[in-house]
């Protein structure tokens, strides 16, 4: 499937991105996230200290939208979404309602973007071309799923960027029933590596 459609106008001062990504599909993990400590690896930092430009980190370098609990996530690959300020430090992201991640996103209260170095290129591939119906995606691309306390992210991530879900909708009135569902996130933790 071509998810080539652009996004446009939503909140002012969020930063709107849209690319092409083909055939992107799910990761369903069913074992449980081995123990990790956040804190050894990682920095808590606040939203407006996130460096970086997030549009390439999005657009082209990628990220992993994931939702779930310890004993069950789904994680997806994107170039798609934005972060900016809606009353408070906000995420946006687009997810197909035929995605597994859809379901996860839509039963659980927080969801996670995990960015990585440019060496895990390999597995953010994996990610968007293989299904987690087929196999265990995670482990296939050498990932270690992590509990962020709320939410799950990956602990090979350099950046994970925490969201409890607020508003969502579907991106037109006029989008069929199988569409891109839009969610709003209000930032609540933002971990940099150390």
Partial sequence: MNYGKKISAF???????????????????????PPYDLTANFKKISPDEIQ????????SDWMLITAGSEQKFNGMT????????WNKPTA???????????KFIEKEEYFTLSFFDNKYRPALMLFGTKSGRDMDKTKEAGLTGISTSPGIAYAEAKLIIV?????????????????HKLYFGEIVAVWQRK
């Fill in 52 to 59: 970086g430009n997030i549009i390439k980190m999005i657009n």
């Fill in 92 to 102: 946006f992201i687009l997810v197909h309602t035929e995605r597994n991640t859809y």
């Fill in 11 to 33: 909140v002012a001062s969020a930063v709107v991105l849209g690319s092409a990504i083909s055939g992107f599909a799910d990761s369903t993990v069913e074992p449980k996230t």
């Fill in 78 to 85: 994107a170039s798609w979404g934005g972060i900016g300020n």
């Fill in 163 to 179: 969201c409890k879900k607020g508003f969502s909708t579907m991106t037109t009135k006029n989008n069929p029933p199988k569409g």
